[in-house]
C-alpha cells in the first residue's frame, strides 16, 4: 500500500515537472516583455496584443502542457484546452494589469486645472459697516 502512494506521488510529481518548466519560460517572457514595453513605450492598449505576439512560443507550450496534463490525468480534451486557455488568460491579464498600473504610475504628473476665483461674499445687514453713535446723546 505505501509502496503504491509512493510511486503515485513519484508519477505524479513527474507529471508536475512536465509542467514546471513551460510555465516558468512563460512567466520569465512575460517578465522580458514587461520591461520590453516599457523601454519602447508601449502604449497599455496596446500591451495585451504586443505580449501575446512575443510569448507566442512559450504560450503554446505552456498550453500544450497543461493539457496534457489534464488528459493523463482522466480529463476530456476539450476541457482540458478550456481550462488551459483560463490558466494562460490569467497569467496575461495579470501581467496586463500590472502594466497598466506601473504605466499610470510612472506617467508624469497631470497639469492641475487652473483654480477658479472663489466668488466674494455677499453683503449682509450684519455684515454692513456700522455708524458709531456719539456718546452722550
Do not use: W
Not at 91 to 116: E, G
Amino acid at each position: 500500500m505505501i509502496a503504491l502512494v509512493m510511486a503515485s506521488a513519484i508519477y505524479l510529481t513527474g507529471l508536475q515537472a512536465a509542467i514546471n518548466a513551460p510555465r516558468d519560460e512563460f512567466r520569465a517572457c512575460l517578465k522580458q516583455t514587461g520591461a520590453k514595453a516599457t523601454s519602447e513605450k508601449v502604449g497599455a492598449d496596446a500591451y495585451e496584443a504586443y505580449l501575446r505576439a512575443a510569448c507566442s512560443g512559450q504560450l503554446s507550450a505552456l498550453r500544450n502542457a497543461l493539457i496534457g496534463f489534464s488528459v493523463k490525468n482522466g480529463m476530456a480534451r476539450k476541457q482540458a484546452g478550456s481550462d488551459a486557455d483560463m490558466t494562460v488568460d490569467d497569467y496575461i491579464s495579470s501581467s496586463v494589469d500590472h502594466y497598466k498600473f506601473m504605466a499610470d504610475v510612472n506617467s508624469p504628473p497631470k497639469p492641475a486645472a487652473p483654480a477658479q476665483a472663489t466668488p466674494a461674499a455677499q453683503a449682509t445687514p450684519a455684515s454692513a459697516p456700522q455708524q458709531s453713535k456719539p456718546q452722550g446723546q
